[in-house]
């Protein structure tokens, strides 16, 4: 079965760029999407197909996707960023997520 | 707006059958646009995709869940359900419906939203 790898927890100061990266046999041949999930809350989409962001996602949200890493970026990190972020394919008829990665902002 | 609203019992016996709804409002529950899906997060984890369903009959399940798993739509009210039979107490989590997109067009489920608000499901005895 397919699987996707996450670090477990990413660090960054407010203002800086997080960068959390997701893990997968030839990623790049499938549609990366990427979930926030705050503290006591539901997963809210924060990028889809690879790189796309729904309305309502600020800018400094960003999705990309090469070889076997997917990565999603936010600039200018504040504060209300700080949550577990889930990457997520569909794979032949199943759908895989990965560990989670738990953003800090210090 | 579109609003999805899970409901279930809370609190079920090892080895008895756990039953959920989720009620949609807002979109129509058999468009052709989109899919519904569960997925679950047991306490302190990550999510688990369970299954998704499209009302054109097209039902893709868990593989690990499969032999125990019954999903289904009624229209008439607007209702997905989830049947879970034989659980344990690894089957202990919130499960959360969802609207589940296609990549395009006719072609397979991607990503999920919105999210329902969830419903915690304990199993004890």
């Known amino acids: 079965s397919y699987e996707l790898s996450q670090p477990p927890s990413v660090s960054v100061s407010p203002g800086q760029t997080a960068t959390i990266i997701c893990s997968g046999h030839e990623l790049e041949s499938k549609y990366v999407c990427w979930y926030q999930q705050k503290a006591g809350q539901s997963p809210i989409i924060v990028v889809y197909k690879d790189s796309r962001r729904p309305s309502g996602i600020p800018e400094r949200f960003s999705g990309s996707n090469s070889g076997n890493t997917a990565t999603l970026t936010i600039s200018g990190t504040q504060a209300a960023d700080e949550a577990d972020y889930y990457c997520?394919?569909?794979?032949?008829?199943?759908?895989?997520f990965g560990g989670g990665t738990r953003l800090t902002v210090l | 707006q579109i609003k999805l609203q899970e409901s279930g019992p809370g609190l079920v016996r090892p080895s008895e059958t756990l039953s959920l709804t989720c009620t949609v409002s807002g979109v129509s529950i058999d468009s052709k646009d989109h899919f519904w899906g569960w997925v679950r997060q047991p306490p302190g984890k990550g999510l688990e995709w369970i299954g998704t369903?499209?009302?054109?009959?097209?039902?893709y399940y868990n593989p690990s869940l499969k032999s125990r798993l019954t999903i289904s739509v009624d229209t008439s009210i607007s209702q997905l359900s989830l049947t879970l039979r034989s659980v344990t107490a690894a089957d202990t989590a919130t499960y959360y419906c969802?609207?589940?997109?296609?990549?395009?067009?006719?072609?397979?489920?991607?990503?999920?939203?919105?999210w329902g608000q969830g419903t915690q499901v304990t199993v004890s005895s």
């Open positions: 969802a609207r589940h997109f296609p990549v395009s067009s006719d072609s397979y489920p991607s990503w999920f939203d919105p």
């Open positions: 369903f499209y009302y054109r009959g097209r039902i």
């Open positions: 997520q394919v569909w794979d032949s008829t199943t759908i895989v």
